[in-house]
Every structure is written in structure tokens, then in C-alpha cells.
């Protein structure tokens, strides 16, 4: 079994920028792609980013490109999602995934955290 620890969510001014990380226990890390969501209200969830057991292969949705940035540091069993320029509209739970399978992570992931909640007032 896989856990998934989400830390890091806060509020911040838009503008502003937060860190979240996510703690993974279990199994060996590194062959676990990563990946973060997020759910404002009302809305469906959606995928941020993703990231290969590796580190090797990166994927963002393309609205965030630029502003977001995936990485992970194995040796600590942490993925860690860096939100710059952070916008009202960035408001949302956001929750860390992981699978063993690439392909699987953005729509069918098996294993998820509780999220952390992020609020960006304007």
C-alpha cells in the first residue's frame, strides 16, 4: 500500500507564490509516477502536472505552463509542485496521485492523498 501526504496549501495573495509537497510511504518511490490535481469548487478535478518515476519525462496542462513547475526528490520520498504568480483562479484542493504506470497517472492514478486546500484572494 501507498500513502500520500499533501503539505504546503495555504493563502496567499494573488501574485504570491506557495510550495506544496507530498510525502509518499510504502513502496520504493522512484518507480512511482507522480502526479498533482486540483478541484475548485463546483468544478470537476483536473490535472496540473505530472512526473516520471525518474524525473526524466514532465507533463503540464498547458494553461499553467510557465507559472507551475513538477519535480521530486527520491532520495526523500517527496514530489514537491512550485505555483508562482498565483492567481484567484488557482483556488482549489489539490491533491497528490501516484501510479506505477506512466499512461495510468492522469486518468486512472491508484493511489491518491487527502489534498491541501490553496486560496489565492485577489
Known amino acids: 500500500q501507498v500513502q500520500l501526504v499533501e503539505s504546503g496549501g495555504g493563502l496567499v495573495q494573488a501574485g504570491g507564490s506557495l510550495k506544496l509537497s507530498c510525502a509518499v510511504s510504502?513502496?520504493?518511490?522512484?518507480?512511482?509516477?507522480l502526479g498533482w490535481f486540483r478541484q475548485a469548487p463546483g468544478k470537476e478535478r483536473e490535472f496540473v502536472a505530472g512526473?516520471?518515476?525518474?524525473?526524466?519525462?514532465?507533463s503540464y496542462v498547458d494553461s499553467l505552463k510557465g507559472r507551475f513547475t513538477i519535480s521530486r526528490d527520491n532520495a526523500k520520498n517527496t514530489g514537491y509542485l512550485q505555483m508562482n504568480n498565483l492567481k484567484p483562479e488557482d483556488t482549489a484542493v489539490y491533491y497528490c496521485?501516484?501510479?506505477?504506470?506512466?499512461?495510468?497517472?492522469?486518468?486512472?492514478?491508484?493511489?491518491w492523498g487527502q489534498g491541501t486546500q490553496v486560496i489565492v484572494s485577489s
Open positions: 496521485a501516484a501510479d506505477a504506470v506512466w499512461l495510468r497517472l492522469r486518468d486512472r492514478a491508484n493511489y
Open positions: 512526473i516520471t518515476g525518474s524525473g526524466n519525462t514532465i
Open positions: 510504502g513502496r520504493t518511490f522512484s518507480i512511482y509516477a
